[in-house]
């Protein structure tokens, strides 16, 4: 089992878009797959149609069996989000509970069978995204092209780095893939798409680099609460989204 958490330190960079069209082309592909909303927002949950009283908090704080929180949909099982995570700074203060989604993580390993779980996060620089980080084998980085795109990456790194790299050693993650969303060929993406492949070239692993064209498709499926892959299949952005998978499987081998 191989779990992949979606994150960056940017707001609006398309992560829920991506959790959710990553689990589906995973889910596609013939692979049993888990999707955790990891976020107080609860985009993920809201977009899928996925209630939110059995949820991942009520897991953290054992109020809930992690098998009583999962939601079966036609492709891909579902652990909602609850308000209550914008908590977690004050619930989680114990040193142990950094750990709390490596333990979530373990007991699915050791007791279902799914093959990928995705992790959809806030962009927050709190708790519930060093859990995440805790808990990752793979990172897959959405973010738009602007002028703080590389940035963002950077930061993403560094925070990384320092769970990674450090002293304890308390994570073993490493950058999947950058995931370019909204991309259309013109000057300044291309010259950004550049930054960040020089940027790749010097993050441990490697990173990916793949593009998601721009497609006003991707806000109507928020409305029918389906996954791109599901609401048209062949539009731009379903496209490239399979391709970036199917890239990521071939680097997840390596």
Request: charged letters at 25%; glycine letters at 4%; a negative charge.
């Amino acid at each position: 089992m191989k779990i992949i958490a979606v994150a960056n330190q940017k707001g609006g960079a398309g992560k829920t878009t991506t959790a959710i069209e990553l689990g589906y082309c995973l889910a596609d592909q013939g692979n049993k797959v888990l999707l955790i909303d990891f976020d107080q927002q609860r985009h993920l949950s809201m977009y899928l149609g996925i209630p939110t009283e059995k949820n991942i908090y009520k897991v953290m704080t054992s109020r809930l069996l992690i098998q009583d929180a999962i939601v079966s949909t036609e492709k891909v099982d579902v652990i909602a989000a609850s308000g209550e995570l914008s908590n977690a700074d004050k619930t989680f203060t114990d040193v142990n509970d950094i750990y709390l989604l490596e333990d979530i993580c373990a007991f699915l390993k050791d007791n279902m069978d799914y093959d990928y779980v995705v992790i959809d996060n806030s962009p927050a620089r709190d708790a519930l995204l060093t859990m995440s980080y805790v808990a990752a084998d793979y990172i897959v980085a959405p973010t738009t092209l602007d002028d703080g795109s590389v940035n963002g990456i950077i930061e993403l790194e560094n925070d990384i780095s320092k769970l990674r790299d450090g002293r304890h050693k308390i994570s073993h993650a490493q950058i999947l893939a950058i995931i370019l969303i909204m991309y259309e060929h013109t000057n300044m993406h291309e010259v950004q798409k550049e930054n960040l492949e020089a940027l790749a070239k010097n993050i441990k692993g490697q990173p990916i680099i793949e593009t998601v064209r721009k497609s006003v498709k991707m806000s109507e499926t928020k409305t029918f609460k389906k996954a791109l892959q599901d609401y048209d299949r062949n539009n731009n952005a379903a496209i490239d989204y399979r391709r970036a998978v199917e890239n990521m499987i071939k680097k997840m081998g390596e």
